[in-house]
């Protein structure tokens, strides 16, 4: 399913970005006099990723023209050249202009002429990027320590004093492209400046109202009305430093924030599909347990609730199958109903008349390489964990009993040994155990309270929870 829903997207969004070329036309000159006859590509950014345009060959003084009868769509570009060098550059109403630059020294020669707004946009880069250097050697230097009361001082003095030439070098280059593509760049991609106290409070809830300030305005500088910013890295960067670095990583906040940004992008057909296609790619393997939630969210909510048009039906029935897949098994459902389970005697059990305050769900089969290696190591905590009021069942994935009656006499696996002749497939379903091994820790209600860790982690994780739940 990911495949598909991935692709669909490229397909969707290019055709997007490639439209409406018509128009008064487009040259623009390459000039690389240490690059005779060689092939320089042309490509057109789609959030982090370039896809190809054009290739020419430049002459045997290095120059070469892109150019066509339509406009490119507004965004920035890369002239690529032979051994993945690169420069890159804005194409917005102005579309005719030369870029200069030799091979030797590809940025520190690099050159616009007829285009102030990339001039200028190169001018900012060259200083903000003296900066960065200072920056990064001061730290390092106070990392390695051994230094002098003063020299320390010092060093922190020049650090503010560098934060200050930036916030300078950001608002002077935004007023000097006002208008421009560049400039819409630089003011969405402007670091937020959080008020130091927010009023007469304790540290504590200052803090929290620093917080609260950045989760508001983090967006201010993004214009989700200019579809141009597609053809930049300024939605996806913002997308994702705010989903994966600002939003506590719960299902519900993740969900509720998702929902906000969604409805600032609803005024541009595009930018709105690729708002939600990337929130939801984002979370459709996600990275922090319990996040899948999210996807399901995503779905349920724009893509089955017939909000998604660009969809096709094929990808929808797709994605209701998956839907329906996860719900049962989201963090905080009643685990499912297992039938047929049965012990290594063949003697039926049921899962849920299993007294204990915790159940862990060990999905294994004893021909997984994973699983040879864990399992020993997990059955070694066995003991600790029933101090911790833990139950461990055990499930082969395999209907085999032979290798799996060894398995368990050779590692003396005391806990609940449990499978299933006739009803594998549809646990495993269930559960989503395709891969082993998987496990599931429930509570005394059999609720779901963890998924999708490795054995190692159970333990840590059922004395935070004990610890939070007391």
Known sequence: MKAIRYSFIFISIISFCTSGLLGQGHSLSVSVPDLPGKDVILSHRLGMKFYTDDTVKTDEKGFAVFEGAGQLPGGMYQLVFPEKKFVEFFVDKNQSFTISTRISALTDSLHFTGSTENTRFLEWQQKYAINRIRVTFIQTRLKQG??????????????KQIQTSNVNLWDSAIKDLKGTLAGKFLTGLKP????????????KENRARQYQYLKDHFFDGVDFNDERLLNTPVIDTKLDQYFKQIVPPIADSIAKEADRIIEKSRSGKNMYQYVVQFLFNLYSLPEIMGTDAVYVH??????????TPWIDSANLRGIGTRVNELKPVLIGKVAPAMEGLMTPG??????????????????????????????????????????MGVEILAINTRTDKVEWNQFIADHNLNWINL??????????????AFS????????????IIAKSISYDQAKPFLTRYIADHK
Not at 192 to 203: A, F, K
Not at 298 to 307: N, S, T
Request: charged share 20%; with cysteine.
């Open 298 to 307: 995503i779905a349920e909510k724009y893509y089955l609730a017939g909000q």
């Open 436 to 447: 082993t091994p998987t496990m599931y820790i429930l509570d005394a209600g059999r609720h």
């Open 192 to 203: 937020l400046s959080i008020p130091e106290t927010l009023g007469n409070q304790g540290e």
């Open 419 to 432: 499978y299933s002749p006739v009803n594998i497939r549809d646990i495993i379903e269930k559960y989503q």
């Open 346 to 387: 063949d003697q039926p059990i049921d899962f849920k008349n299993i007294k204990s305050k915790f159940l862990i769900l060990y999905f294994w089969s004893p021909d997984c390489s994973f699983c040879k290696e864990s399992t020993p190591k997990f059955i070694a905590q066995y003991a600790d964990l029933k101090q």
């Open 146 to 159: 051994n230094l002098s009361q003063d020299s320390t001082q010092l060093l922190n003095q020049e650090l």
